[in-house]
């Protein structure tokens, strides 16, 4: 294994020799390494080498031309911002100046290689529940999203489609309901009443993108905690990182899976219910956070859907675990039989303790925006 990754190493465009390489097991998606190389001059210097996983990102071109794309953008932003805090993830070319390195599987399969700089004195937390760490993670997002404001939609592909159409989900489910191939409906029944019962909310962002009352922006579609980089220094973000799931969308997908992600007081599969519930502290600070970034670039039809959109998304998730588990478990990686039923369960007890604090959680988001807005 450690033979053919030197030899994938060796073909990028980096000065001197690969002399260590490590494993990264943080992230769930891609292979991650972090790589050694003893540079010319005898110093030492770190990046990070990804396998791409071409089973959940099927179009890994299109996807690194919108990385290459919105990370050259940001560089120039903080260039002209004078912001020397903050970095974007760079990417390292392959010897013949590509972006993506493609070798070929034992079994024969295409495997997609790409080696970024490594993002040194920081570090990704899995879970967090430090209001400060929180604060910055809705920081990181929105300085993300106000500095691709202006960004040429254009030149985005959606690399997933329909990802954050929740109106999708819920019609997928209703199919897979249907079908039935393992014969599971019947034990969630309680669960596909909850859902049905909210089935209008499922389309209210999407029909709105597509009345043009919600304008289609740069969307992360991956705002979690250990997605951003944080300064060892001083628990400010250093950077946004994972881009693989950068496209068009709505900051009320990044929003609202942000808080959905953050802010539960549990992990997404504890199933301790009594302890699953939104955690207001840690809500308040991921939207200041935001807020302190984006309240001058929203809209008005933005900012007065942020609270529903955190219900909206807790309520995806819940669908997709329950469409996964009626399947047979064919999309999300599970560690026992019922895993994916627990999660459902675990989203829908966040959705009802959503749904009890809406008044609170919009009148917050009023505040802090008039907040953020004055400054
Ligand atoms: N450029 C980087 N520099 C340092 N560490 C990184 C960098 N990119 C990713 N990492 C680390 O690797 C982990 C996994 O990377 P990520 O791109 O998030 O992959 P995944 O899609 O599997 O979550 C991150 O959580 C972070 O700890
Ligand atoms: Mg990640």
Redesign the pocket.
């Known amino acids: 294994m450690q033979e053919k990754i030197s030899k994938i190493v060796n073909m990028f465009n980096i000065d001197g020799i690969p002399v260590e390489i490590q494993k ?1 097991n ?5 292979n ?1 390494y972090k790589v050694t190389f003893k540079q010319d001059d005898g110093t030492l210097k770190d990046y ?1 080498l ?1 396998k791409i996983n071409s089973s959940v990102f099927t179009e890994p071109y299109k996807l690194m031309k919108n990385i290459e794309g919105v990370t050259n953008y940001l560089k120039k932003k903080l260039i002209a911002n004078n912001d020397t805090k903050h970095k974007v ?1 760079e990417i390292i070319k392959t010897k013949d100046n590509q972006s993506l390195c493609v070798t070929l599987s034992d079994s024969g399969s295409v495997e997609y290689y790409r080696m ?4 040194n004195n ?1 570090i ?1 937390y899995d879970r967090s529940t430090d209001t400060s760490i929180v604060f910055h993670t809705g920081k990181a997002f929105g300085n993300f999203q106000k500095n691709l404001s202006d960004y040429p939609m254009d030149k985005l592909d959606e690399t997933i489609k329909d990802f954050h159409d929740t109106g999708k989900r819920f019609q997928n489910l209703m199919r897979d309901i249907k079908i039935d191939p393992k014969n599971r409906a019947i034990e969630v029944a309680k669960e596909i009443v909850f859902v049905l019962k909210r089935e209008e909310i499922c389309s209210t962002i999407m029909s709105k993108i597509w009345s043009k009352d919600l304008p289609l922006r740069v969307t992360h579609n991956d705002t979690k905690v ?2 951003v ?1 944080i300064n060892k220094d001083n628990a400010d973000y250093l950077a946004v ?2 881009l ?1 799931t950068v496209m068009p969308g709505s900051m009320l997908f990044d929003y609202g899976d942000g808080i959905r992600s953050t802010s539960s007081h549990s992990s997404e599969d504890s199933t301790n219910l009594d302890e699953v519930y939104l955690d207001l502290e840690l809500f308040k600070s991921y939207t200041d956070g935001y807020l302190s970034e984006m309240a001058p670039y929203l809209t008005n039809n933005e900012l007065s859907l942020m609270g529903e959109s955190i219900r909206i998304i807790t309520l995806e998730l819940a669908i997709r675990f329950l469409s996964d588990y009626i399947n047979g478990d064919t999309y999300f990686k599970i560690d026992y039989e019922k895993h994916n039923l627990d999660r459902a369960r675990n989203q829908i007890k966040l959705v009802e303790d959503i749904e009890s604090k809406l008044d609170f959680i919009n009148q917050y988001i009023n505040q802090s925006y008039t907040k953020y807005l004055e400054k």
């Open positions: 990264n943080s992230g769930i998606i891609n991650t990070l990804q993830l970024y700089e490594y993002i920081a990704s250990n997605n980089m990182i994972d693989d």
